[in-house]
């Protein structure tokens, strides 16, 4: 039961690219969302949230939430090396249960 | 740094045995979670609990149990293990609400055999 989608499923950029990553989701219910980043073998890790429209920036990552479009987005500047991973988008549902996307898998080239 | 432990790190079962999966947290949380992890794939829900002697299904529970004698402890239990339960598990905990975060586990590879 996956109600958060997202896209794409892997994405491949240059280093210093501006990256997009794209998460919609089946009802408006929530008002918890949150990207979590997990490196190859590693714990995911909640890397930012969002709890109400709008757009929130933190260092190079800004995420924009649009409750009424159901779409919630990651933007990375000046992409790194280091930030090759899987980007997990998740909403809160009922309160007590994190349900997660499907993940976006990111190559930054160097 | 909020601290959650599993154990095995990683298990090689036969087809039709029990296996348990282990998980302990010293974070004081209330909820803690069981997530399943396909190859390069999102994290599936299994089971939960937000309080100890009590579990509650997730969005995949079929072919799993889970226990929560206490607090800190949280395990996973497979009665009758298949091949198709062959992925990594997480184990998280956190404190109740939308706006916190959840801490995961270093994940115990579970192969199927």
């Known amino acids: ?110 | 740094e909020a601290a959650v432990t599993q154990s095995p790190r990683s298990k090689v079962a036969v087809t039709g045995g029990k296996v348990t999966l282990s998980c302990h947290q010293t974070n004081n949380h209330d909820y803690m979670y069981w997530y399943r992890q396909d190859t390069g794939h999102g994290l599936r829900l299994i089971h939960y609990s937000y309080v100890a002697d009590s579990t509650e299904k997730g969005d995949i529970p079929d072919g799993y149990k889970a226990s929560r004698p206490s607090q800190e402890n949280f395990s996973l239990i497979l009665e009758l293990a298949s091949l198709s339960q062959t992925a990594v598990y997480f184990c998280a905990s956190s404190d109740q609400g939308g706006n916190t975060e959840v801490f995961f586990g270093k994940g115990t590879r579970l192969t199927v055999v």
């Open chain 1, 1 to 110: 039961q996956q109600n958060v989608q997202q896209s794409p499923e892997s994405l491949i950029v240059p280093e210093g690219a501006r990256t997009s990553l794209n998460c919609t989701f089946s009802d408006s219910a929530s008002q918890y969302f949150w990207w979590y980043r997990q490196h190859s073998g590693k714990a995911p890790k909640a890397l930012m949230s969002i709890f109400s429209n709008g757009e929130k920036e933190e260092g190079r990552f800004t995420i924009h939430l649009n409750k009424a479009s159901l779409h919630f987005s990651l933007h990375i500047r000046d992409s790194q090396p280091s930030d090759s991973a899987l980007y997990l988008c998740a909403r809160w549902n009922m309160g007590y249960k994190l349900t997660f996307g499907t993940g976006t898998s990111l190559l930054v080239d160097p």
